[in-house]
Structure formats: C-alpha cells, structure tokens
C-alpha cells in the first residue's frame, strides 16, 4: 500500500512559479513510475508529466520547457516544479504511483493562476 500526500498548491499570478511536491509512505518508491496528473473543472483529467524509475521523463506539450518533473528516492518524495504558470494551468493536480498493476493517487492540490 502506498499513500501520497500533495503539497504546494497555491493562488499565483500569470508568469509566476510554484513547486508542487508528493511525500509517498509504503514500500519500494524508487520502483514506482511516478506522474502528475491535474482536473480542471469540466475536463477530463490528463497527464502532465511522468518519471519513470529509470529512463526519460516525459511530458503533455502543453506544459513543456516549463514544467519539470523530478523525485528524490532517499525522500520518497517527487516534485513539479512549474515555471512561466499561465491561467490555463489552474487545475487541481494529483500525484500517481504506478507499479505493474498497482496504481495510488493522492488526493490533490489546487493550482489558481491568476490573469
């Protein structure tokens, strides 16, 4: 079992920056690929980055060259940071862990970005 805590949402304007973090309990982190993920009221939720155990980090062109994902394995913790936030970015986001057929989502943080 895995729990993920979400922390850093925040109202900010347009252009400015914010770090999202996810603190995972459980066992075996550095084995999870995890992602972002956010819900803007009325969408459907999409993927916003993802960072594999190993390997690239990927993310939805809408948030590249400004968001970047990253985790610290020794904190079971990963991060967002996004830079250059546009109003089109507020969203509720979520942290998942995925490991073979095991999935976990926290329960999210707002992100308000102001025009």
């Known amino acids: 079992q895995v729990q993920l805590v979400e922390s850093g949402g925040d109202l900010v304007q347009a252009g400015g920056s914010l770090r999202l973090s996810c603190a995972a309990s459980?066992?075996?982190?550095?084995?999870?690929?995890m992602g972002w993920y956010r819900q803007a009221p009325g969408k459907q939720r999409e993927l916003v980055a993802r960072?594999?155990?190993?390997?690239?980090?990927n993310y939805a062109d809408s948030v590249k060259g400004r968001f970047t994902i990253s985790r610290d394995n020794a904190k079971n913790t990963v991060y967002l940071q996004m830079n250059n936030l546009k109003p089109e970015d507020t969203a509720v986001y979520h942290c998942n862990a995925k490991l073979l057929d095991l999935v976990y989502w926290g329960q999210g943080t707002q992100v308000t970005v102001s025009s």
């Open positions: 459980g066992r075996n982190f550095r084995l999870y690929t």
């Open positions: 960072i594999p155990s190993a390997g690239s980090t």
